[in-house]
């Protein structure tokens, strides 16, 4: 069975500083690897993927996030956050074998606030 | 490309009536979609798995003759929730992935659909 685990319910930080996300998985095979952010009554806008390859992945809006498959994470950085990346961030994980079809398991989602 | 658009966006409806939702894969054909939900300040729930000319595959727990999916073409699902209760107010949001050999067969989102019942 594939699952995803997002330690923290919030993680708040001032405007211009660092800003992570923390996530880890557990998958039978391969993880591939996904993060989304959702904000007020609107859908996931993807972030950024992890499929296989460089383990440090860069998305859009200044994200990214390095996979370590030792310690079975995937957090989500970005070296200066901006109040407007205030908002529900889900970690999700898909297992590569055959068996898991092609299901998403989601994190149950981290809020992240970013303070002026 | 790869965009997904839901319909409508938002609907309110009296309790024991029926409410149909659209997923559409606009630029893409899927050949599957799955349809989540989600509670206020809680994760996506996967519902059902559909694809395209065959019956949904329902998750543990999920009453499949309340919540019928429907996946008739490739660019296409309907959520149809039937007798509609308050407890069936929620977030509904689907996902398609593309019918070519991705590997890794992305799921793309759409934007979700406010459904309350009074």
């Known amino acids: 069975a594939q699952s995803v685990a997002q330690p923290e319910d919030q993680v708040n930080v001032a405007e211009g500083n660092p800003l992570t996300v923390k996530c880890t998985y557990s998958v039978s095979g391969n993880p591939y690897l996904f993060w989304y952010v959702q904000y007020p009554n609107r859908g996931l806008q993807f972030l950024l993927k992890?499929?296989?390859?460089?383990?440090l992945v860069k998305g859009s809006y200044g994200f990214e996030a390095e996979f370590n498959k030792s310690q079975t994470s995937f957090h989500l950085k970005k070296p200066s956050a901006l109040v407007s990346d205030s908002a529900l961030y889900f970690c999700?994980?898909?297992?590569?074998?055959?068996?898991?079809?092609?299901?998403?398991?989601f994190g149950g989602g981290t809020r992240v606030l970013v303070k002026p | 490309g790869a965009v997904v658009s839901q319909h409508p966006s938002r609907v309110i409806c009296k309790s024991g009536t029926s409410v149909k939702i659209e997923c559409r894969s606009l630029?893409?054909?899927?050949?599957?979609m799955f349809w989540y939900r989600q509670f206020p300040k809680q994760s996506l729930m996967l519902m059902a798995t559909?694809?395209?000319?065959?019956?949904?595959?329902?998750e543990q727990g999920v009453e499949k003759d309340k919540f019928l999916i429907n996946h008739a073409s490739l660019t296409l699902s309907t959520l149809t929730v039937t007798s509609a209760h308050p407890e069936d107010s929620s977030f509904y949001i689907c996902?398609?992935?593309?019918?070519?050999?991705?590997?890794?067969?992305?799921?793309?989102f759409g934007p979700g659909t406010r459904l309350t019942v009074l």
């Open positions: 999700a994980v898909r297992d590569s074998i055959k068996a898991a079809g092609n299901k998403l398991t």
């Open positions: 630029d893409f054909q899927a050949t599957t």
């Open positions: 996902s398609a992935s593309r019918a070519v050999p991705y590997s890794y067969n992305e799921q793309f």
């Open positions: 992890y499929i296989t390859g460089d383990n």
């Open positions: 559909s694809n395209e000319g065959s019956k949904a595959t329902y």
